[in-house]
């Protein structure tokens, strides 16, 4: 399923089936998960690569086919493919351990055709083994949702102090659904912030453990020490700002957003902290997912033909599912 052009739906093309070139395997999909960052891309909120593109950074597959020089892969081993799909190596960002800001990265569904679609080409080395303990539907949010996530949840803790405790989650979607469950289990209390009225959210988020569920309009019923965004709502900066203790932090996971309105300098005072996730390290990915091998999370997804990949998107779009979408060929 591929977008010709930002604004457009998602059109079914045939194409030969590419063969992996040195250091690429090629892998045949069994579950895509659909990220929002996938309409950023349809909808023209990031630049168009200028070439049709097939969407889908949450990939999961079997490896099919391996390229020159391909040796720690092998044909039939199941593997995922994330967001962040070639990086440099040179740039001054990329020796200092941080790819995710690569100057020249690939990402995977934008710059590189992704996992709409019944095959891709990766380059091996971005490539990560997934834990048995899921089936490839769940495996797949884990992939940017999970990974993503986790890395504004390890953020958080970083800037707030490893004892926060009250973690907040504004936007109760695919990433925040899984995030919860780690911080409950890490034994923190998730306080979820929903679209007003969003009752399945909401429901969702107090079956996997959340103290307190509502809608992101309400004020929490104590303050947080941090807060993750996920909704790509420009207003709830601001907002969580002021949900947030003196010292808190206020994390932006997500790629895209809205304007932020101005707010008086009293909400950033007292040393609270606002920052911003970009993408992922291959060693982020490593780390998640050996958190989500030991701690089992309950993936909740509602499953699409990769025909209907344009209805997906537009559920996602308006928040009609619980959880994360995935595509299956
Ligand atoms: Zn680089
Ligand atoms: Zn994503």
Do not use: K
Not at 98 to 106: H, M, Q
Not at 109 to 135: E, I, N
Not at 234 to 255: E, F, H, K, N, W
């Amino acid at each position: 399923m591929a977008l010709r052009a930002p604004g457009l739906p998602l059109e079914p093309v045939q194409r030969p089936l590419p063969a992996p070139g040195a250091g690429q395997v090629r892998i045949a999909v069994t579950a895509c998960g659909v990220c929002r960052t996938d309409l950023h891309v349809v909808d023209g909120d990031l630049a168009f690569p200028g070439r049709a593109v097939v969407p889908g950074h949450e990939v999961v597959g079997r490896v099919d086919a391996t390229g020159a020089g391909v040796h720690d892969l092998h044909p039939g081993q199941r593997v995922g493919v994330p967001w962040l799909g070639w990086t440099c190596g040179r740039c001054d960002h990329c020796r200092a351990g941080r790819e995710n800001l690569c100057r020249e990265a690939r990402f995977t569904g934008w710059q590189l055709d992704g996992g709409y679609a019944s095959h891709l080409l990766a380059d091996a080395r971005f490539v990560l083994p997934l834990p048995d303990r899921y089936a490839d539907e769940q495996a797949a949010p884990l992939l940017c949702a999970g990974l993503i996530g986790h890395r504004a949840y390890a953020m958080a803790l970083r800037l707030t102090g490893a004892d926060a405790h009250r973690i907040g989650l504004y936007g109760f979607g695919a990433a925040a659904h899984l995030v919860a469950q780690v911080a409950v289990h890490d034994g923190r209390s998730v306080f979820a912030f929903t679209r007003p009225g969003d009752a399945a959210a909401q429901a969702l988020a107090r079956g996997l453990g959340a103290t307190w569920a509502g809608d992101s309009d309400a004020a929490p019923p104590a303050a947080l020490d941090a807060a993750i965004l996920f909704a790509p709502v420009g207003a709830l900066v601001p907002a969580a700002l002021r949900d947030v203790r003196a010292g808190g932090t206020v994390i932006c996971a997500g790629i895209h957003m809205s304007d932020i309105p101005s707010f008086p300098y009293a909400l950033l005072w007292g040393e609270r902290r606002l920052a911003s996730v970009a993408n992922l390290t291959r060693a982020d990915g490593e780390a998640f997912l050996r958190v989500a091998a030991e701690v089992p999370l309950a993936v909740t997804t509602r499953r699409y033909a990769l025909a209907d990949a344009n209805l997906a998107l537009d559920d996602l779009r308006h928040g009609r599912f619980a959880g994360a979408a995935v595509l299956v060929p």
